[in-house]
């Protein structure tokens, strides 16, 4: 089965970049969207089709994507930023859908 | 408003079997895709299944093909995922959610969730 692969935690000081990646084979072919969920809360879209902001979300988010690895900056984090991060994407063939294991990002 | 409610969850036997519902309303529930996921204890966003408007089209995630079945009833603004031969790591809170119109991958409303616990 497909799976996008996310490193389990990124932990910065507040005003100090974080960068958070997703891996998986087919991204080259599929778009990434990246979900923020906080403790108790439904998760909340940041981040669609590789790069694109939602209204609403502030402009230090920002993603990018290349070959195999696509990555969430959040530029000047702040302690509100807190939370885990999952990448979600499709396999190849469009059929299954994932979500990457989720990065726990601490801003303190 | 738009508002998706979970409900069927409980405690259930290895081996059983447990019928989830998502009631929706605020929105033409007919126009919208719609998924499930779940969140075991402490653990990330696992997408379990995809349906598309019609009911037409349907995918499950490996862990649960042959064992869970998604459905709709558009007349009834409902969602479903039957669920059987249950094992102990099924146990999580089970989320239905809606995609956008426009953007696909884009899940813009979340039920709170329904737990279901898998244990003897």
């Known amino acids: 089965s497909y799976e996008l692969t996310q490193s389990p935690s990124v932990s910065v000081s507040p005003g100090q970049t974080a960068r958070i990646t997703c891996s998986g084979a087919?991204?080259?072919?599929?778009?990434v969207y990246w979900y923020q969920q906080k403790s108790g809360q439904a998760p909340v879209l940041v981040i669609y089709?590789?790069?694109k902001r939602p209204s609403g979300i502030p402009e230090r988010f920002f993603a990018s994507s290349s070959g195999t690895v696509a990555t969430l900056t959040i530029s000047g984090a702040q302690v509100e930023d807190g939370a885990d991060y999952y990448c979600?994407?499709?396999?190849?063939?469009?059929?299954?859908?994932?979500f990457g294991g989720g990065t726990k990002l601490t801003v303190l | 408003e738009v508002q998706l409610v979970e409900s069927g969850g409980g405690l259930v036997q290895p081996g059983g079997s447990l019928r989830l519902s998502c009631a929706a309303s605020?929105?033409?529930?007919?126009?919208?895709?719609m998924i499930w996921v779940r969140q075991a204890p402490g653990k990330g966003l696992e997408w379990l299944s995809y349906?598309?408007?019609?009911?037409?089209?349907?995918y499950y995630a490996d862990s649960v093909k042959g064992r869970f079945t998604i459905s709709r009833d558009n007349a009834r603004n409902s969602l479903y995922l039957q669920m059987s031969s249950l094992r102990a790591e099924d146990t999580a809170v089970y989320y239905c959610?809606?995609?956008?119109?426009?953007?696909?991958?884009?899940?813009?409303?979340w039920g709170q969730g329904t737990l279901v616990t898998v244990s003897s």
């Open positions: 089709e590789d790069t």
């Open positions: 979600y994407s499709t396999d190849s063939s469009g059929d299954q859908r994932v």
């Open positions: 959610a809606r995609e956008n119109v426009a953007v696909a991958g884009y899940f813009d409303s």
């Open positions: 087919a991204l080259p072919k599929r778009y």
């Open positions: 605020g929105f033409m529930f007919s126009t919208h895709e």
């Open positions: 349906i598309n408007r019609s009911g037409a089209t349907i």
